[in-house]
Structure formats: structure tokens, C-alpha cells
């Protein structure tokens, strides 16, 4: 794979894996795959996992106005 492709390896981590990361609860995470906030992939009927590259791509920057500042 070359620099610059928009391929790229997946890093798959659990619910819980990911919870911890963001400091969330399970829960949370489950609820935020289900509207489709986390993009996840299911991997026979009970597994799911999250590409931990998808998840920082999926973050949206937090932007502060004047007023907020």
C-alpha cells in the first residue's frame, strides 16, 4: 500500500476497546452505531467491531465562537 491511497488496514477494536478510548460507557457506543455516528462491522451474529481509522475520521472538530471563547 502506498502513501496517499485511500485504502488502508483496518485496526479493528471492540465495543468495549473503544468505550474506554472515547471514556464512555458501552452502552454509549452501542447507541451511537445504531444512529450510525461509529461506523462498525459485524462479523458473524454476535461480534462487532469498530476500524479505530474509521472512528478518527468519523470525529468532527470542536469550533468555538467568539461568544463560547
Known sequence: MRTGDSLHKPN???IQTVAEYLDVSDDTIRRMIARGDIPARRFGPRLI???????????EPVVLTEDQA
Open 12 to 14: 479493528w477494536a471492540s
Open 49 to 59: 467491531r469498530i476500524d479505530m481509522n474509521l472512528l478518527e475520521a468519523a470525529r
